[in-house]
């Protein structure tokens, strides 16, 4: 196994704790600081926000550097704010460290995701990109429980202190296992941001950032889901977390072989329909406590597995601008997190039971599918004929060359 995306795989690990661990934990986070639920939920969104400003402002500013010394800055930054949030005092300092904390996380993804696919052997770069993000999906399966009991039963601010510990972790993997790969001299930050100048590119963006609002839409308030409408026992939300963890990491898989064995916007149109099916059920559901468990595990990998197909249609769809779309993306994903958390909160603010941000995520994910599609006929099947052509072109010019010797 290539050592190098062990180490991305840790930097996954770190990462999707200190992100999903929060939904987990987010009532102990307000009992500690005396602010109710909807205003602690607060601490997801700037996460969100600072994966949002982080991923293009940092991937910008370090375009000029190796990615091995951009992903060792990265995850020092992760250690650093993690661990002040971790001891801050009051609601001020912690929603700022939280903030911060949140900025490296886009970049990390975005540079990873291309050193992931460099590393890759031919025709397997989605599960190369997988195997990074095989880190969030143990995080989900063992990290957060691990993180949500200790949050439960002894202090949040544990939970986070471990969690700052496994950024500087990461960085000592990265340092030791990741081979040195050379900066590309020739990067242009403003060729890499116009990128963005592209409808193709903003379409991608819209995928991402209100179809996996579905995902976040659901897991937001999972904890509160299954103990006021499932009936489950507080105790038992991290047995729950455990099985979205296990649904995560089959589903990480299955995205990255769904994503090599057809186009990626396919395998992402499928992913985001099937999404928008597992809310479905969990909606009407939700009040049958011995669902809460299979619907889990089932609803987390269906969820999951579109990390992946969603990477490898930016990279695909940015030749020369690589990084900084990838980048992009992971911010478009966290956008998706705070809207997905923003518009899940509606129906409980206006006094409607758990189960209704579900009902928010089932539209977020439908019209994921519907974006997907209009881009998969718009440009990603052109796209792929163009490249056929190109090659078959390219075949015949070199039988030409032969016949002439």
Known sequence: MNKGLVALAFGGLAIGMTEFTMMGILPDIAKDINIDIPSASNLIGLYALGVVVGAPTLVAATSKYSP???????????????????IAPNEWSLFTSRFVAGLPHGAFFGIGSVVAAKLAKPGKEAQAISMMFTGMTIANLAGVPLGTYIGH???WRITYAIISALGLLTFL?????????????????????????????????????IGTGG?????????????????????????????????????????????????????????????????????????????AYPMAFITGMVAFSIGSPLQLMLINNAQGSETFAAAGGQAAFNIGNSLGAYFGAIPIAYGYAYNYPSAIGILMA?????????????YAIPNQKKKKAAQIKEMESSVNIFADL
Request: charged share 10%.
């Open 153 to 155: 039963h002894y202090s």
């Open 68 to 86: 091995k010394a951009v992903l060792l800055f990265l995850m020092l930054l992760f250690f650093v704010f993690n661990g002040i949030f971790t």
């Open 215 to 291: 995902l976040f839409a659901w897991i937001s308030y999972i904890s509160k889901l299954v103990t006021t409408v499932s009936g489950l026992h507080p105790n038992e939300v991290s047995t729950v977390m455990i099985l979205v963890g296990c649904g995560m990491f089959v589903g990480n898989i299955i995205g990255g072989k769904l994503a090599d064995s057809m186009l990626p916007t396919k395998a992402a149109i499928i992913c985001f329909s099937a999404m928008a099916i597992c809310l479905v059920v969990v909606f009407f559901t939700a009040h049958i406590n011995e669902l």
């Open 366 to 378: 439908s019209i994921g599918a519907i974006l997907a599609y209009i881009f998969l006929i718009k």
């Open 173 to 209: 993997t990265i340092y030791f296992w990741m081979p040195k790969i050379s900066a590309n001299k020739n990067n242009n930050v403003i060729h890499q941001i116009s990128y963005f100048k592209r409808w193709d590119a903003w379409l991608i963006v819209a995928v991402i950032a």
